[in-house]
């Protein structure tokens, strides 16, 4: 689980960068945001490549027990993942290899991966469906009213959480203040 | 390579508070070079000046004061800019500066911000003509009736004056942003270099340049890798060779084709897929390339490594030289504080049997080549009284057996870093930009290459 814990605060601190080099001076950075856009595929592979030796194992007893409480973790993550980066548009040809990028490789993964005995592992875009007795982050529960800015905001919390274990997670914030932010 | 060098540090004037270490941004120097003679030495900084420093001539008298060097000339060379378009700020910051090989009295040098490249003309004044009919000594028109008789103007000695002039401005060329400029032996035409694409120009014409490199994908969706330098060959004005961000080397020959994106060799060496992490890729991204004087070999630096490359062997590279090794189990911290992405630059000695590079906390590395000796120098204010001989330096890992005047990796500061190197074309003299600082040592005892 340690791969894939740093394999997540990787992809989030990534995110936080491709954000905050918005507003620098000279603009974006091509050679910068293409070496961030790896390393969040690089590790986005390796984290789900830990998730799927982890359910290997899970399937193993998976017969016994509940199927949807296992996949809550991974499942969410995932979801939490892909959104921010669909939330990334930029109008600038720059930026623009981060989003469809993933995107585009999030969906070749759907086709290649074989589905599992789990369907819900499967991306459905911003619009996921989730059962509503799934234990999750606050941020999902809201996701029905306004899904962009709590997207950004649950992406942001990661990474303020990761970066400060000790400091107590914000409220989410409107998408135009957290860019700004930034 | 001699260990014993004569430290003679020459301090950047501007905007150092020593109380509270302050560094004012734009004086944060951002390039050097020396010109081809050795004889001028140029630094760009953040702010878009450009300060020119001389070697004074040796003196016989006092063999020691011999071969300092002080300041010359100081222009601002670059302006910030706004793109209104894209709605973007250019940048001042200098890039990259090169000398052109001097050909008259004058020097030329060329300077480059992200999308601006300039010709600058540096020029001695140190004569004017006095004894004018018309003008009086400060300018003024005479008074025609106290004009009585007609004169020649002579030329009077005068102090020293030294002019630079924008000559040439080759702009709207680069969508991208420049990261390296380089004269072609031919020193009719250079290229310059941004992420995508490279281009050629005559050092006469600026509103049109060549495009000779292009590796935008149609799709920037499918964007694997950037140019991140690019050098002509020394001697063959047909060949030159770019850098990428995948740890590749491309030499391509202008003769082929009009469009070089096809390369004559590539360089690069197979990945160890035991070495594999994270951030492969950020590390493995070449950040400066250097031709050889002899033009046999190329010179690379990745984050953690300096490579020794064979023009003939595309393999693998000659020589891997390991800068801080021990960086690379702190990648991860080094990723988070975006130290993972500095970019380091390497250079060659005149005779090509050392080359150098930079790294954190002021410290500077020496690779000889021949005797597979390294040396590990530091470039700071304590550390460098005139005349003190620099003291080898050595980091140990984090608790492990330590020597007196070691330090440990954990104690390193990761602000102070050595991106910026020059050596002089023939002798052993080295230029060191430490952020806002320039240090000068010589190496007194062994003073010719070998």
Same mark, same amino acid.
């Given at each position: 689980?340690?791969?894939?814990?740093?394999?997540?605060?990787?992809?989030?601190?990534?995110?936080?960068?491709?954000?905050?080099?918005?507003?620098?001076?000279?603009?974006?950075?091509?050679?910068?945001s293409l070496l961030l856009t790896m390393v969040m595929k690089s590790?986005?592979?390796?984290?789900?490549?830990?998730?799927?030796?982890?359910?290997?194992?899970?399937?193993?007893?998976?017969?016994?027990?509940?199927?949807?409480?296992?996949?809550?973790?991974?499942?969410?993550?995932?979801?939490?993942?892909?959104?921010?980066?669909?939330?990334?548009?930029?109008?600038?040809?720059?930026?623009?290899?981060?989003?469809?990028?993933?995107?585009?490789?999030?969906?070749?993964?759907?086709?290649?991966?074989?589905?599992?005995?789990?369907?819900?592992?499967?991306?459905?875009?911003?619009?996921?469906?989730?059962?509503?007795?799934?234990?999750?982050?606050?941020?999902?529960?809201?996701?029905?009213?306004?899904?962009?800015?709590?997207?950004?905001?649950?992406?942001?919390?990661?990474?303020?959480?990761?970066?400060?274990?000790?400091?107590?997670?914000?409220?989410?914030?409107?998408?135009?203040?957290?860019?700004?932010?930034? | 390579?001699?260990?014993?060098?004569?430290?003679?540090?020459?301090?950047?004037?501007?905007?150092?508070?020593?109380?509270?270490?302050?560094?004012?941004?734009?004086?944060?120097?951002?390039?050097?070079?020396?010109?081809?003679?050795?004889?001028?030495?140029?630094?760009?900084?953040?702010?878009?000046?450009?300060?020119?420093?001389?070697?004074?001539?040796?003196?016989?008298?006092?063999?020691?004061?011999?071969?300092?060097?002080?300041?010359?000339?100081?222009?601002?060379?670059?302006?910030?800019?706004?793109?209104?378009?894209?709605?973007?700020?250019?940048?001042?910051?200098?890039?990259?500066?090169?000398?052109?090989?001097?050909?008259?009295?004058?020097?030329?040098?060329?300077?480059?911000?992200?999308?601006?490249?300039?010709?600058?003309?540096?020029?001695?004044?140190?004569?004017?003509?006095?004894?004018?009919?018309?003008?009086?000594?400060?300018?003024?028109?005479?008074?025609?009736?106290?004009?009585?008789?007609?004169?020649?103007?002579?030329?009077?000695?005068?102090?020293?004056?030294?002019?630079?002039?924008?000559?040439?401005?080759?702009?709207?060329?680069?969508?991208?942003?420049?990261?390296?400029?380089?004269?072609?032996?031919?020193y009719q035409t250079y290229m310059s270099a941004d992420d995508l694409?490279?281009?050629?120009?005559?050092?006469?014409?600026?509103?049109?340049?060549f495009n000779i490199v292009d590796i935008k994908p149609t799709n920037?969706?499918?964007?694997?890798?950037?140019?991140?330098?690019?050098?002509?060959?020394?001697?063959?004005?047909?060949?030159?060779?770019?850098?990428?961000?995948?740890?590749?080397?491309?030499?391509?020959?202008?003769?082929?084709?009009?469009?070089?994106?096809?390369?004559?060799?590539?360089?690069?060496?197979?990945?160890?897929?035991?070495?594999?992490?994270?951030?492969?890729?950020?590390?493995?991204?070449?950040?400066?390339?250097?031709?050889?004087?002899?033009?046999?070999?190329?010179?690379?630096?990745?984050?953690?490594?300096?490579?020794?490359?064979?023009?003939?062997?595309?393999?693998?590279?000659?020589?891997?030289?390991?800068?801080?090794?021990?960086?690379?189990?702190?990648?991860?911290?080094?990723?988070?504080?975006?130290?993972?992405?500095?970019?380091?630059?390497? !250079? &060659?000695?005149?005779?090509?049997?050392? *080359?150098?590079?930079? $790294?954190? =906390? %002021?410290?500077?590395?020496?690779? /000889?080549?021949?005797?597979?000796?390294?040396?590990?120098?530091?470039?700071?204010?304590?550390?460098?009284?005139?005349?003190?001989?620099?003291?080898?330096?050595?980091?140990?890992?984090?608790?492990?057996?330590?020597?007196?005047?070691?330090?440990?990796?954990?104690?390193?500061?990761?602000?102070?870093?050595?991106?910026?190197? !020059? &050596?002089?074309?023939?002798?052993?003299? *080295?230029?060191?930009? $430490?952020? =806002? %600082?320039?240090?000068?040592?010589? /190496?007194?005892?062994?003073?010719?290459?070998?």
């Amino acid at each position: 689980m340690e791969v894939s814990a740093e394999a997540k605060r990787i992809m989030v601190v990534a995110l936080g960068k491709l954000y905050s080099s918005r507003t620098q001076r000279g603009g974006l950075r091509l050679h910068r945001s293409l070496l961030l856009t790896m390393v969040m595929k690089s590790a986005r592979d390796m984290y789900h490549a830990a998730q799927e030796t982890a359910e290997c194992v899970a399937a193993d007893w998976e017969q016994q027990q509940s199927t949807t409480e296992v996949t809550t973790e991974p499942t969410g993550a995932q979801t939490e993942l892909q959104s921010p980066a669909l939330s990334l548009t930029s109008p600038r040809e720059e930026v623009e290899t981060s989003p469809t990028e993933l995107r585009r490789d999030a969906e070749n993964k759907e086709n290649v991966c074989p589905p599992g005995p789990h369907h819900s592992r499967k991306r459905r875009g911003k619009a996921a469906v989730e059962p509503d007795f799934l234990p999750c982050k606050k941020a999902r529960l809201e996701q029905q009213n306004c899904p962009q800015q709590l997207i950004l905001s649950s992406v942001l919390l990661d990474y303020v959480n990761c970066s400060n274990e000790l400091g107590a997670p914000p409220a989410a914030m409107p998408l135009q203040r957290a860019i700004a932010a930034c | 390579m001699g260990e014993d060098t004569d430290a003679t540090p020459t301090l950047n004037h501007r905007g150092f508070l020593p109380d509270h270490n302050y560094v004012t941004e734009a004086d944060i120097i951002s390039t050097v070079e020396f010109n081809h003679t050795g004889e001028l030495l140029a630094t760009g900084d953040k702010g878009g000046r450009v300060v020119i420093f001389q070697r004074e001539p040796e003196c016989k008298i006092e063999p020691f004061s011999q071969g300092e060097y002080n300041v010359y000339s100081t222009f601002q060379s670059h302006e910030p800019e706004f793109d209104y378009l894209k709605s973007l700020e250019i940048e001042e910051k200098i890039n990259k500066i090169r000398w052109l090989p001097q050909q008259n009295a004058a020097h030329f040098l060329l300077s480059t911000n992200d999308k601006t490249i300039k010709l600058w003309k540096v020029s001695e004044r140190d004569k004017r003509p006095e004894g004018y009919n018309l003008k009086d000594e400060e300018g003024r028109i005479k008074d025609l009736s106290t004009v009585t008789s007609l004169q020649v103007p002579v030329l009077m000695p005068m102090d020293l004056m030294v002019e630079v002039s924008p000559r040439r401005v080759f702009a709207n060329a680069h969508t991208y942003h420049v990261n390296s400029i380089s004269v072609n032996s031919d020193y009719q035409t250079y290229m310059s270099a941004d992420d995508l694409r490279i281009n050629l120009w005559h050092l006469d014409i600026t509103d049109r340049s060549f495009n000779i490199v292009d590796i935008k994908p149609t799709n920037m969706e499918d964007l694997t890798e950037v140019i991140t330098a690019a050098e002509f060959h020394p001697h063959h004005c047909n060949l030159f060779v770019y850098s990428s961000s995948k740890g590749t080397l491309r030499l391509c020959d202008m003769r082929e084709a009009a469009l070089c994106d096809k390369h004559s060799k590539l360089f690069e060496e197979p990945e160890d897929p035991s070495a594999r992490s994270f951030f492969s890729e950020i590390v493995s991204s070449v950040s400066d390339v250097k031709f050889s004087h002899s033009g046999r070999y190329l010179l690379t630096r990745d984050y953690l490594t300096a490579k020794v490359w064979d023009l003939n062997m595309e393999s693998k590279p000659l020589e891997t030289y390991q800068v801080h090794d021990y960086l690379r189990s702190k990648l991860c911290s080094l990723y988070e504080n975006d130290c993972i992405f500095d970019k380091f630059e390497c !250079a &060659w000695n005149g005779s090509d049997s050392v *080359i150098m590079t930079g $790294a954190y =906390n %002021n410290f500077f590395r020496m690779f /000889d080549r021949n005797t597979k000796r390294d040396v590990t120098l530091e470039a700071s204010r304590e550390s460098s009284k005139p005349r003190a001989v620099l003291k080898p330096r050595r980091v140990c890992a984090a608790g492990g057996k330590r020597r007196k005047d070691d330090i440990s990796v954990d104690s390193l500061d990761f602000t102070k870093k050595i991106l910026h190197t !020059a &050596w002089h074309p023939t002798e052993n003299i *080295i230029a060191i930009a $430490a952020t =806002n %600082n320039l240090y000068i040592f010589q /190496d007194k005892l062994n003073s010719e290459m070998h």
